[in-house]
């Protein structure tokens, strides 16, 4: 394999009371992909500066001091560093064709936190696929495979002639938007336990859609929680992950990935593997 994981086990040292976003969905992730061996690279935070491509001052502040928080995203003991380490991981996957294994994950917070009416920042803290796009200042693709429609990362592009944003999602759950397409944001939910194949063909339509000419990069927002029983449960398996990460492949353009949902550590390994295998199997 030679996409290497963007990792350091420092995102494994808080917790998230009463959350799914636990430090073992991507620790027992992490020990799977070990034994595949897989390569790694350890991260550093990003700057400071970083986050101001995408957030307002002031939420960056606010974070900071600990003064920012809601029922899904708490105010947690040194959060702001374990935030910036997991931006820094993204620019370090954007800069190095690499997947960023950490968390805290990102693509629900927009410029000043939560995004698009939405009361809560869904486990998110800082932007994290936004900010390694923005620091790299290419002509970019980013393709949200989550499970849960990434609508601070919509709020974040909308508009910027740069960026395309597409995603496949489920519909009509948290957060309930990406209903619509709008500018060059581009969305397509799916109804619950839809399986494979229903997924697989929106994937390619949505992807035939594209005119990727001009496009320089894609970003992908890997979430996997569209695995059979997990929280967006689109009744997909390793299987699908395999055949998504060929579609991707296929673009032939410079890629990497920023680890968003999947709450089952032992199947997010599987479909870590899986997918990146796929992936490297149309390079």
């Not at 294994?101 to 932007?127: D, E, Q, S």
């Not at 992807?207 to 000419?213: C, F, I, K």
Request: net charge neutral; proline share 3%; with cysteine.
């Amino acid at each position: 394999m030679t996409t290497k994981i963007v990792f350091s086990k420092k995102c494994l040292d808080y917790t998230c009371p009463d959350s799914p976003e636990t430090a073992a969905r991507v620790g027992t992730a992490i020990n799977f992909l070990k034994a595949k061996k897989f390569s790694f690279l350890e991260p550093e935070p990003c700057v400071d500066q970083d986050l101001f491509f995408v957030h307002d001052a002031v939420y960056v502040e606010k974070v900071k001091k600990g003064t920012i928080a809601d029922v899904d995203s708490p105010a947690i003991d040194n959060i702001y560093e374990y935030a910036k380490l997991s931006a820094g991981a993204a620019i370090a996957a954007a800069k190095n064709s690499g997947f960023s294994l950490m968390r805290p994950p990102g693509h629900h917070v927009g410029i000043k936190g939560a995004a698009l009416g939405v009361l809560t920042r869904g486990f998110c803290y800082f932007n994290n696929i936004a900010i390694a796009v923005r620091v790299l200042g290419k002509q970019t693709l980013i393709l949200d495979i989550d499970g849960h429609h990434g609508n601070g990362t919509e709020e974040i592009f909308l508009g910027d002639k740069k960026v395309t944003y597409l995603s496949v999602h489920r519909a009509y759950i948290y957060p309930r938007t990406g209903q619509i397409t709008r500018l060059n944001c581009l969305n397509f939910g799916l109804l619950d336990n839809c399986g494979a194949k229903t997924y697989l063909d929106a994937l390619k339509k949505a992807l035939g859609s594209l005119d990727l000419s001009k496009t320089e990069l894609i970003a992908v927002s890997a979430g996997f929680d569209t695995q059979a029983g997990d929280l967006a449960s689109l009744q997909l398996d390793a299987k699908t992950f395999r055949e998504i990460g060929r579609l991707i492949g296929s673009l032939n353009k410079p890629t990497f990935f920023v680890f968003e949902g999947g709450y089952d550590g032992q199947a997010v390994g599987e479909d870590i593997d899986a997918f990146l295998r796929g992936f490297e199997s149309k390079r």
